[in-house]
């Protein structure tokens, strides 16, 4: 049982070039949500999805695109680098038990750099 | 929307002192939980709680213990005897409940605090 797994850990990538961050899971979750964490501003929501073929932006939506064709997996698409997109990336899955709220499994983040 | 406000940006304190981090929610939700995670320099998150917004009892583990207070809208964390291991990034978070319980997943996070335990 691996958990969420998030593939790169590491990348540094140049201005305008794309990449796709990787995400599983084997919890069969039926959330999977995408952070991203910058010094002094804790972990912000980029996009979220509810299952599978479902999605929706968080806060900070732009610059990424998400998809979700299966329940295991969610990768956060960087269309074009930019310096801004700079940060720490975390991959979460999650579920509602009745009455006790979420539980969420966070991945080990990528951090990526953008020159 | 939802907001949580962790004042403390960084803390310094010296082994064996008693340490809270104080974390302040706003909401519009009658039903919500919080959480506290830690993040050591090794980058991951570790959970160490949460809290349903319709249970107020305080709760103690071990050295950590919580104070949830509706009220205030505060859910603190005190760490007791601090230990050099404790240095960490402290982050407080809150999820809403919608109707039937669910919050899709999404959390809200504090600006985090730096916590720095010296021998």
């Known amino acids: 049982n691996a958990g969420v797994t998030q593939t790169p850990k590491f990348q540094v990538l140049k201005t305008g070039q794309s990449m796709t961050l990787q995400c599983a899971q084997d919890m069969n979750h039926e959330y999977m949500s995408w952070y991203r964490q910058d010094p002094g501003m804790g972990l912000r929501l980029i996009h979220y999805?509810?299952?599978?073929?479902?999605?929706d932006q968080g806060e900070v939506p732009n610059g990424y695109n998400v998809s979700r064709s299966t329940t295991e997996d969610f990768p956060l698409r960087l269309l074009s680098a930019a310096p801004s997109q700079t940060s720490v990336y975390f991959c979460?899955?999650?579920?509602?038990?009745?009455?006790?709220?979420?539980?969420?499994?966070f991945g080990q983040g990528t951090r990526l750099t953008v020159v | 929307a939802q907001k949580v406000t962790q004042a403390q940006t960084e803390i310094s304190v010296v082994e064996k002192e008693d340490v809270t981090l104080d974390c302040v929610y706003e909401t519009r939700d009658t039903t919500y939980y919080l959480f506290w995670y830690k993040q050591p320099p090794s980058g991951e998150l570790v959970f160490l709680i949460r809290?349903?917004?319709?249970?107020?009892q305080n709760e103690i583990s071990g050295r950590y213990s919580w104070n949830f207070q509706k009220s205030t809208s505060s859910f603190n964390f005190t760490i007791t005897a601090s230990q050099v291991v404790d240095s960490a990034v402290y982050f407080c978070?809150?999820?809403?409940?919608?109707?039937?319980?669910?919050?899709?997943?999404?959390?809200?996070f504090g600006q985090g605090t730096i916590l720095t335990v010296h021998p």
């Open positions: 809290r349903n917004s319709f249970d107020e």
């Open positions: 999805s509810v299952g599978a073929g479902i999605t």
């Open positions: 979460a899955s999650s579920y509602t038990p009745t009455r006790q709220g979420l539980k969420a499994f």
């Open positions: 978070a809150l999820s809403e409940a919608r109707a039937g319980g669910t919050s899709y997943g999404k959390l809200t």
